[in-house]
Structures are given as C-alpha cells and as structure tokens.
RNA sequence: GCCCGGGUGGCGGAAUGGCAGACGCAACGGACUUAAAAUCCGUUUUCCCGGUUACGGGAAGUGCGGGUUCGACCCCCGCCCCGGGCACCA
C-alpha cells in the first residue's frame, strides 16, 4: 500500500476516484429494476462549442449530479445521463473556412467538453452518451419526422392519428388520386409549403420568427442584416396541438413563470368571428374580434395589406393609394411595421361595409397595424374601446363612439372617455347599445353578459361564431445548412413528395468539397451531385432529394427518449425501458429554452403519443431553471475590454496591473469579447473539482442570478481542508477518530440536526444552506479532539453527494474498502433535536428585554409565569397595566403593556 | 404598455408571521512563526449617550409610503428601482 498522504490533494484524490467510478461502472443504471423506484434526472445537454467549458455550464450539472447521488444513496435507481447537441452553426462556419469536415470539429468539441465534465467528477452513466450527429442518432430524428409526416390531427377526438386513418371527403375522392393526394398533403402535421422567412443575410441561413430578436438582430449571430424571403419551406403544424399543449402545462411541476411564458407564447384567445356584409353587395368581409359586444361602436373596419379581397375593396379613386401603400408595406419588415411608439399608418379604400347590428355604413381601410397571419386579417375598429384603434381614428380623423360607461371613479377620465377623447378597455355599463330595427339591447348589461347576448344573438342570425384564436403559428422546420439532419424525403420530377421508408434510414449527409451556402438560399446540399439525384428502381422515375436540413431544435426534441435505450439498432427505444424510466422526473436547465425547446420537444412527445410509442402525454414532469452565472467584465477609459486577471481591486476601486490606469467594472454574460470567461480546468488545477462543485451550489439560491467571484472558491477550498483535519491527522492516519470518543449532549444534537438539514435541503435543491449546515457542524467539531468515529461517518456520508471525491477518500481511510456511492443515507432521531434547555426571548411590547433559559417543553402557562418574574421585566413593565402576554413555547413571550 | 421575478451589512447570502444579518467572502486586530504562507482566536449594520480605555447603555434599521397584527424582511394596498419575457395577436 502506498504511503497514505497526509494532507488534503485535490490533484491526487479526484483523478483517483474518478478512475474507480468509471472502471467499476459504479453509476451505471440498472435497466428496468422492479424492485427499486426509478428517477429519471435529466440536463440540458450542451452544444459543444469550440470555446469549451465555462464555469456556468456546471452549475445545473453539479446540482443534478448532488441530487442523483443522494437519490441513489436513499436507494432509487437513477437514469442520469449525458449527451451532445452537436449539430449548429459554428463547425459548419469553420468548414466554410477551413474546409475541415464539421464532423471533425464536432468530435474535437465533443472530447474536450466530455474531458471538462468528466474531470468535475459527475456521477453520469456514460454508457448512454449520445451525439445528435451521430447517424445511429440522427437516423432516429428523421424516423419521428416520418411519423409527424404521416400523421394527422383529428381536431374532434383532440389527437393524431395516422395519415391512413384520414377520412376522404367523397367529393375530394371523386376528384382523383391527385386530388386525394392533396387533402392528405394538406392534412399532415409535416408539410411543404412556400412560406415568407427571415433570412439572415450573414449567415445564409433561414431562421424562425422567435430567432430573430426585438432588435431585428439574428439571435445567433447577432448581424442586423436580417430580411424577409419567401422560399419552400417545411413546416410543422404545432398550432392544432395548442390546446393540448396549454392544457398540459396544469399538472406540471413547473415554475409559474415558465408556465406562463408559455400560455402566453400560444396565446390563447375567445372571441367571435363576425360577417360584415359590403354595401356594394359583392360578398362578406369576415372579421375576427374578442369585443363582439362593443359591435355597436364599430366605426371603420380594416385589412391587412396581404388580404386578399384588398385589390378588390380599393375603388378608382383610391387604387393608386392602395396598390402604392401595399407595395411598401410588402418591403416592411414585422419589425419595421411593429416598431415602438411609431404612428399608424394606413389608407382608406373607398369601399363600405355595413355593421350588421345597426345597418351602419363603416369605411374600409387598409393598414399594416392589422396582420394577415392571424385571425381572418381584418377586424372591426371601435376606437372608443381598443387602444391601437383609437390611435388610429385619432391620427386619420375618424368618428370615436363611446359605447360603454366606464366602472372608474376618476370622473375626469370617464368624462373623457364619454365625450370619445380618451380610450377604455375595461369593464363597464352599455349605453347607445340598442337597435330598434334589430331589436337589439344591451344598455345597462356588463361586458361578459353583453359577449355572451351579442355572440348567442349573431349565432342565430348566421352573421357569426364564437371562435378560439391562438397566436402560436406553424414551427419553421427546415433551414438551408449542411450540418443538420437530412430530411428523408425525395421531390419527384411530378411534383409527388415521398419520404423513406423507414429500413432506408438513416439517410446520411454526403462528404462534400464546398460547405457554401448559395446567395439564393440554396442549401450547400445543392452541390452534393450522386447523393442529390436519384432514380426509382421500380419506375425509373427521376427525383431529387430534399436539400434544406432540420434546425438545431430536432435533435434535442426527443434525446430524452433516446437516453432510455441508447444503442438499441431495431427501434428508437424499447417500449418497456420506456414505460419503465418515463417521465423525466427532473429537467434542469436555463430559462432561455423557457418557450422554444419546451415547446417543441412537448409538441413531438404528444405526437409520440398520440401515436403509441411513449406512454406519458409529457415529458418533464419537474422543471428546475439554474440562474446564469455572470461575470465582472472591466474596460479601460478608451473602452477596450480588460481581461480580468490583468485587474487589481484598491478601496473599491479597480486598475489595470500593469499600467494601474483606473477601469471600470460591468457585469455581464462569460464572453470571449469582453475577456470574462472563466474556465474550469484553472479552477479544478487550482483548487480542485470538490472546491468549484461547492463553490458553485454555495454562491446563492440555484435559480437566482449569481456573479461568479474566484476568490469565492478559496473559501469552501478551505472548508474542505478543515474537513480533511477533522479525520486524517498529521500523520496522514485518522488516529484522531476513535469508536468510543464521548459525544455531548450538544454535538448528538448538532449531528441529528445537521442529517436533518442536509437531506431536507438536498431534497428542495437548495444547496447553499446544505453546505452552511456541513461549515457549522465542522466548525463544532473540528475544535475537539479525540472525535466520534460514528460522528464522523456520518458526516462523511453526508458530504458525499456534494464533494463526492474527498468524502470516498476519508471513506475509504476510515477503512470501508468499498465505495460509498450506494450506502444508505443517515437518517435522524427527531427526539435528539430538541434540547433540553432553549433559550426564549421575553418581549414588552415586541422590544426584546430579556433572555431566559428554559425547559424546551414549557408550556405557555410556565413560560408566561417565568416571564413575569424576571427582573429586566418586571423593571420594564414597572407601573404599567399588562394587557396581555402572548408565549410561544419554544420561542418568545411578549408582554404587552399600556 | 402588459406578464413574471427580485430589492436585506463592504460583498455573496440566511431567516417566509416570533431574537434580522446564520454560513461564507473581504477588511482589521491578535496568537503561532526568526519571517512569511498556512492555521487558530477575535472584531466589523447605522446613529446616539456615558466612559481615558476596556466597556456599558439606548434608539433606529430588510427600496419608499401606508395598513393588518401582541409581533411584519415575511401578509395586504399604493409607489420607486433593477432583471427577464412578450409586445399593434384585434
């Protein structure tokens, strides 16, 4: 046996034991394991950058790896697994430059971020590591693909079905194969359409509305020269799953503000859709409102420049205004037509139509504060009761009525509001709500008893429907990039789509000699001849391969699943690991995936669904949101960026070291630009892994917002000497820990409490107080010596989960030669936490005047006669009337006085 | 503008109706040391009063203003500030 080392060497222990775990596969998860309760503890896996690891990405990883070893320690079989988001922009971005195959530079990333984290020491089954670029991986993505191609929504039943099942409408059969063909097509939850998309000039790159931020920047790139195209494109119908997906979100274990990020991303709306017949008699023009009560204070109406009765709404005299506004409006950007605080703009059409509550004519419009893309793209504007109308009406002059007496008591504003100089949106009571011809009257009603008379009443007259709007719109699902998966799908010289078959799978990317993205939106795919152009055996038919790729999101869909049943080749999971492992029991990640990976990978997982293949309607059964770990960033009078360990601190104030000119401090997201990255291979050199784990949970609460100080680090870096004193001793021997070392009264308590602590605090993810606990406990009983063997078992045990390294070497030197990843977790005695004495504060009047010790089960009566007695309080209640003496047994008495 | 978080010492934070500031960092003082590092011990919210000092006593204090309560960082109402999300979705 070599000589045992007697002081504390991160350097020495941590490889040591992470050699142990990985050769004796101590954290390899048990396949369906009837007689133990599974728990399924999931990370956002990482998309492996070529920066490589820095401090934030451990944060969520070292709280789950806490959690899981716990878990496992209180007897639970734990899937805890890791992987890589490994298809993205960046490698692709080099090949452009380099010529290296992205395959290269991802294996590279991949290897350097699996070196980072294994050296942390986190307790992953690495069996089951995945990669998204794999193609074992990706033939998989492109199978659920298949599945959302062919599968339908059927809106009554409220599920998916299989394409096969879609009944045919007899007139679309009696049209021919083409025709059924095309309800099919238009039915699929996958679907090919041309569709207008942002297209960063930058990167050649389409990208989804939400990754293009309020700024008009590419969120990945951060160019501004950002535009909108139309191209053909694949898209996902996720709007028919917007209920479900709403629904959904009621029993989940969540945080509220996630939930309702994503209630608000879909969006739900009721209203009604209302016809308006056109004076001229030509037609209806069909608009949607969530106000069908305020109908009677209607006094334009407008549409979107895209609509398509536009042209013919416009008269002689006002076409040339018409056709002109359209034309720029088209050139508009969303974000040049939603810009803040802009004015409207718009142009009358010079057609009517005719408000089917009161016969009125009401004027037309056209403006771009209307989108074609929800709702039916023309609305009724009653300006005296929706703020963007009456915007509007103010700017071009038009007619406010006022149709509602606000439920307000500031009299000016509902003078205002009255006389139609002021807008409101809010409750009230109808006036100039009635029609004689109509027979219509809601005078007096309140705004929900006046929606639901207006709807039943354009029911009946066939005018309108009560209808349910969501702002959730179809999932952009292709972009014109190399480094993604493939689609299975081949474009026939007919105009047929057909997608592989699923033994034709994977359909791999083709090795290429130029990665660049054509100017027109081609994807690099173009250039990849053999692979691009194929024949049918059978037929002799020529056709093309899709060449547009899946974005980033695909992978990471449905990699959960994956983890359950990494290598098996026949299937994407065995049905029985999946019955088995599912749900995720806990999901850590950043809330910047808040909507878009939530979303999507929810979407895909109720298709799976619906489809058979899982067993859960969701996936993630609890969410936990890290906060981000921010960094002091420091630039210079000129503003050039400093890096930070060329900064000293004096007085507050900071200096560049060598040329001591004084610099100012920000604080800001680990970038390379603004040199604040910090990375944890210095740390772990420095100090150790265990040092950086507890350093990481002890900065604050896991979910809030923390700003990343190294010196931080020293400080549990010396709690864990401490702790390294408290049983090894000078001569690298634990002499000072003896079977029958006397434990106090005290100390029995402190040890039961600390159990107490640390499992609750482990169990609520709120590390920082678990750690807080383990410093006083040392702080106790590192001052004496001989210590208690059981004591400090114990403790060990308990700081295991944490600081997993250090506590398997104190184990293992308090001679168990086993591991102690799987010992049972220590539990307390509840009777050993109550002291016998506690100490209570007497209050006069919620002033505290004294102290007492008294037995921990006083009652209230004992405790109020003690209080009386004691002389700081007798001399503060001197010459006054008690009113009343509250105790609380254990706590406090208050006396109140007059 | 709307929705969701948050505001506590020099700093990170603790306490969710019962002694505000646990635990750590930093700073200062002391012990050990030839010295330094390491380690250990102590002090550190603010203001006021008494005292030469050691120290003792008092008051205020959790963004601001009000309220509920014997008692409020905690609950309620109104405001200010910071962070995040959404933003002409009718």
Redesign the pocket.
Same mark, same amino acid.
């Given at each position: 046996m070599s000589e045992k080392a007697a002081n504390y060497d991160p350097a020495a222990i941590e490889p040591k034991w992470q050699s142990f775990w990985q050769e004796h596969k101590t954290f390899s998860s048990a396949d369906p394991d009837p007689a133990r309760t599974k728990l399924y503890v999931l990370d956002m896996f990482p998309y492996p950058s070529g920066a490589g690891l820095h401090v934030g990405h451990p944060e969520g990883y070292t709280a789950t790896d806490i959690y899981c070893r716990f878990k496992r320690m209180r007897g639970f079989n734990v899937l805890h697994p890791m992987g890589w988001d490994a298809f993205g922009l960046p490698a692709e971005q080099y090949a452009i430059q380099t010529g290296t195959h992205p395959a290269i530079t991802t294996r590279k990333n991949c290897d350097t971020f699996r070196r980072q984290i294994q050296s942390l020491g986190f307790s992953y089954d690495w069996d089951r590591e995945v990669n998204t670029t794999d193609p074992d991986y990706y033939r998989w993505t492109q199978w659920i693909f298949v599945q959302l191609y062919n599968t339908w929504f059927d809106a009554e039943r409220q599920r998916g079905r299989p394409i096969a099942e879609l009944p045919i409408p007899p007139d679309v059969a009696a049209r021919g194969p083409v025709a059924v063909r095309e309800y099919r097509d238009s039915r699929r939850l996958a679907y090919y359409a041309d569709a207008q998309v942002w297209w960063c000039r930058q990167c050649r790159i389409v990208c989804a509305?939400?990754e293009v931020?309020?700024d008009g920047s590419h969120e990945k790139c951060g160019s501004k020269d950002v535009e909108r195209r139309s191209l053909k494109q694949w898209l996902l119908r996720i709007p028919l799953y917007a209920e479900r997906l709403l629904k959904g979100l009621d029993n989940l274990d969540w945080?509220?503000?996630i939930k309702?990020?994503q209630r608000?991303?879909i969006?739900r709306?009721t209203?009604a859709e209302v016809d308006f017949s056109l004076a001229d008699g030509s037609g209806v023009l069909r608009?949607?409102?969530?106000?069908p009560d305020t109908l009677f204070g209607a006094t334009y109406m407008v549409v979107?420049p895209e609509h398509p009765l536009v042209s013919r709404l416009a008269d002689a005299e006002h076409r040339a205004a018409v056709v002109e506004y359209v034309r720029q409006a088209s050139r508009k950007s969303?974000l040049d037509?939603?810009?803040?605080a802009?004015d409207?703009?718009g142009v009358f059409t010079g057609s009517y139509a005719i408000n089917p509550v009161n016969g009125q004519r009401v004027p037309i419009w056209v403006a771009?504060?209307?989108?074609?893309?929800?709702?039916?793209?023309?609305?009724?504007a009653?300006p005296a009761h929706?703020t963007?109308?009456f915007?509007?009406a103010q700017q071009f002059g038009l007619p406010i009525i006022c149709i509602m007496e606000p439920d307000s008591a500031d009299a000016d504003l509902k003078a205002r509001v009255l006389a139609g100089e002021a807008c409101w949106t809010e409750d009230g009571c109808y006036i100039r709500s009635a029609n004689t011809e109509t027979g219509l009257d809601f005078n007096g009603l309140n705004k929900q008893d006046g929606i639901a008379r207006i709807t039943a009443w354009l029911e009946g007259k066939g005018l309108g429907t009560a209808t349910v709007?969501y702002?959730l719109?179809g999932w952009l699902f292709s972009r014109q990039r190399y480094w993604g998966e493939p689609f299975p799908v081949i474009h026939w010289e007919d105009g047929e789509i057909s997608v592989l078959d699923e033994k034709e799978l994977p359909l791999r990317l083709p090795a290429l000699e130029n990665y660049q993205p054509g100017e027109a939106g081609q994807s690099p795919l173009c250039n990849a001849g053999d692979w691009l152009n194929v024949v049918d055996p059978k037929t002799g038919r020529r056709g093309r391969r899709e060449t547009n790729t899946m974005p980033q999101w695909a992978g990471s869909c449905w990699y959960y699943l994956r983890f359950i049943d990494p290598r098996n080749s026949d299937a994407p999971w065995n049905t029985a690991k999946e019955k088995y492992w599912m749900p995720v029991d806990l999901y850590v990640g950043g809330?910047?995936h808040?909507?878009l990976h939530l979303l999507y990978s929810r979407f895909w997982h109720k298709v799976l669904y619906d489809l058979g293949h899982v067993s859960t309607d969701e996936p993630f059964r609890k969410l936990f949101n890290q906060g981000m770990i921010l960094a002091y960033a420091y630039e210079d009078p000129i503003g050039s960026k400093v890096p930070c360990d060329q900064v000293e601190e004096r007085d507050?104030r900071f200096f560049q070291k060598e040329t001591g000119v004084e610099l100012r401090q920000i604080v800001a997201k680990m970038s390379k630009t603004l040199k604040n990255v910090v990375n944890p291979d210095d740390v772990v050199r420095e100090y150790g892994a265990d040092s950086l784990r507890l350093y990481e949970m002890?900065?604050?609460?896991l979910?809030? *917002?923390?700003?990343w100080?190294t010196?931080?680090v020293?400080?549990?870096y !010396?709690?864990l000497?401490?702790v390294w004193?408290m049983i090894v001793s000078k001569d690298g021997e634990t002499s000072s820990v003896l079977p029958d070392a006397p434990v106090s009264r005290e100390q029995e308590r402190l040890l039961h409490a600390t159990i107490k602590k640390v499992t609750d605090d482990i169990e609520g993810l709120?590390f920082?107080?678990a750690?807080?606990q383990l410093?006083?406990f040392v702080?106790e009983f590192?001052?004496a010596e001989p210590r208690n063997r059981r004591a400090m078992e114990t403790f060990v045990l308990l700081l295991s989960p944490l600081a997993p390294h250090l506590a398997e070497e104190l184990w293992q030197r308090l001679g168990h030669p086993d591991s102690l990843a799987y010992e049972s977790w220590p539990t307390y005695d509840p009777a050993l936490l109550v002291a016998d004495q *506690?100490?209570?504060?007497v209050?006069v009047?919620?002033?505290?005047?004294a !102290?007492m010790s008294v037995p921990a089960d006083a009652t209230e009566a004992q405790l109020r006669d003690v209080a009386l007695k004691n002389e700081q309080v007798a001399e503060a209640i001197a010459g006054k009337t008690i009113v009343?003496v509250?105790a609380?047994p254990g706590?406090?008495v208050?006396v109140?006085v007059r």
């Amino acid at each position: 046996m070599s000589e045992k080392a007697a002081n504390y060497d991160p350097a020495a222990i941590e490889p040591k034991w992470q050699s142990f775990w990985q050769e004796h596969k101590t954290f390899s998860s048990a396949d369906p394991d009837p007689a133990r309760t599974k728990l399924y503890v999931l990370d956002m896996f990482p998309y492996p950058s070529g920066a490589g690891l820095h401090v934030g990405h451990p944060e969520g990883y070292t709280a789950t790896d806490i959690y899981c070893r716990f878990k496992r320690m209180r007897g639970f079989n734990v899937l805890h697994p890791m992987g890589w988001d490994a298809f993205g922009l960046p490698a692709e971005q080099y090949a452009i430059q380099t010529g290296t195959h992205p395959a290269i530079t991802t294996r590279k990333n991949c290897d350097t971020f699996r070196r980072q984290i294994q050296s942390l020491g986190f307790s992953y089954d690495w069996d089951r590591e995945v990669n998204t670029t794999d193609p074992d991986y990706y033939r998989w993505t492109q199978w659920i693909f298949v599945q959302l191609y062919n599968t339908w929504f059927d809106a009554e039943r409220q599920r998916g079905r299989p394409i096969a099942e879609l009944p045919i409408p007899p007139d679309v059969a009696a049209r021919g194969p083409v025709a059924v063909r095309e309800y099919r097509d238009s039915r699929r939850l996958a679907y090919y359409a041309d569709a207008q998309v942002w297209w960063c000039r930058q990167c050649r790159i389409v990208c989804a509305n939400e990754e293009v931020l309020n700024d008009g920047s590419h969120e990945k790139c951060g160019s501004k020269d950002v535009e909108r195209r139309s191209l053909k494109q694949w898209l996902l119908r996720i709007p028919l799953y917007a209920e479900r997906l709403l629904k959904g979100l009621d029993n989940l274990d969540w945080p509220e503000g996630i939930k309702e990020m994503q209630r608000n991303w879909i969006g739900r709306s009721t209203g009604a859709e209302v016809d308006f017949s056109l004076a001229d008699g030509s037609g209806v023009l069909r608009v949607y409102t969530t106000r069908p009560d305020t109908l009677f204070g209607a006094t334009y109406m407008v549409v979107a420049p895209e609509h398509p009765l536009v042209s013919r709404l416009a008269d002689a005299e006002h076409r040339a205004a018409v056709v002109e506004y359209v034309r720029q409006a088209s050139r508009k950007s969303d974000l040049d037509r939603t810009e803040l605080a802009k004015d409207k703009t718009g142009v009358f059409t010079g057609s009517y139509a005719i408000n089917p509550v009161n016969g009125q004519r009401v004027p037309i419009w056209v403006a771009d504060y209307v989108l074609m893309g929800y709702g039916t793209g023309a609305i009724m504007a009653v300006p005296a009761h929706d703020t963007r109308d009456f915007e509007f009406a103010q700017q071009f002059g038009l007619p406010i009525i006022c149709i509602m007496e606000p439920d307000s008591a500031d009299a000016d504003l509902k003078a205002r509001v009255l006389a139609g100089e002021a807008c409101w949106t809010e409750d009230g009571c109808y006036i100039r709500s009635a029609n004689t011809e109509t027979g219509l009257d809601f005078n007096g009603l309140n705004k929900q008893d006046g929606i639901a008379r207006i709807t039943a009443w354009l029911e009946g007259k066939g005018l309108g429907t009560a209808t349910v709007n969501y702002k959730l719109r179809g999932w952009l699902f292709s972009r014109q990039r190399y480094w993604g998966e493939p689609f299975p799908v081949i474009h026939w010289e007919d105009g047929e789509i057909s997608v592989l078959d699923e033994k034709e799978l994977p359909l791999r990317l083709p090795a290429l000699e130029n990665y660049q993205p054509g100017e027109a939106g081609q994807s690099p795919l173009c250039n990849a001849g053999d692979w691009l152009n194929v024949v049918d055996p059978k037929t002799g038919r020529r056709g093309r391969r899709e060449t547009n790729t899946m974005p980033q999101w695909a992978g990471s869909c449905w990699y959960y699943l994956r983890f359950i049943d990494p290598r098996n080749s026949d299937a994407p999971w065995n049905t029985a690991k999946e019955k088995y492992w599912m749900p995720v029991d806990l999901y850590v990640g950043g809330a910047e995936h808040a909507v878009l990976h939530l979303l999507y990978s929810r979407f895909w997982h109720k298709v799976l669904y619906d489809l058979g293949h899982v067993s859960t309607d969701e996936p993630f059964r609890k969410l936990f949101n890290q906060g981000m770990i921010l960094a002091y960033a420091y630039e210079d009078p000129i503003g050039s960026k400093v890096p930070c360990d060329q900064v000293e601190e004096r007085d507050g104030r900071f200096f560049q070291k060598e040329t001591g000119v004084e610099l100012r401090q920000i604080v800001a997201k680990m970038s390379k630009t603004l040199k604040n990255v910090v990375n944890p291979d210095d740390v772990v050199r420095e100090y150790g892994a265990d040092s950086l784990r507890l350093y990481e949970m002890f900065m604050g609460p896991l979910d809030a *917002v923390k700003y990343w100080k190294t010196g931080g680090v020293e400080g549990l870096y !010396r709690f864990l000497n401490r702790v390294w004193r408290m049983i090894v001793s000078k001569d690298g021997e634990t002499s000072s820990v003896l079977p029958d070392a006397p434990v106090s009264r005290e100390q029995e308590r402190l040890l039961h409490a600390t159990i107490k602590k640390v499992t609750d605090d482990i169990e609520g993810l709120a590390f920082n107080t678990a750690i807080s606990q383990l410093m006083i406990f040392v702080n106790e009983f590192g001052r004496a010596e001989p210590r208690n063997r059981r004591a400090m078992e114990t403790f060990v045990l308990l700081l295991s989960p944490l600081a997993p390294h250090l506590a398997e070497e104190l184990w293992q030197r308090l001679g168990h030669p086993d591991s102690l990843a799987y010992e049972s977790w220590p539990t307390y005695d509840p009777a050993l936490l109550v002291a016998d004495q *506690v100490e209570i504060v007497v209050q006069v009047c919620g002033k505290v005047r004294a !102290r007492m010790s008294v037995p921990a089960d006083a009652t209230e009566a004992q405790l109020r006669d003690v209080a009386l007695k004691n002389e700081q309080v007798a001399e503060a209640i001197a010459g006054k009337t008690i009113v009343k003496v509250i105790a609380v047994p254990g706590r406090l008495v208050n006396v109140v006085v007059r």
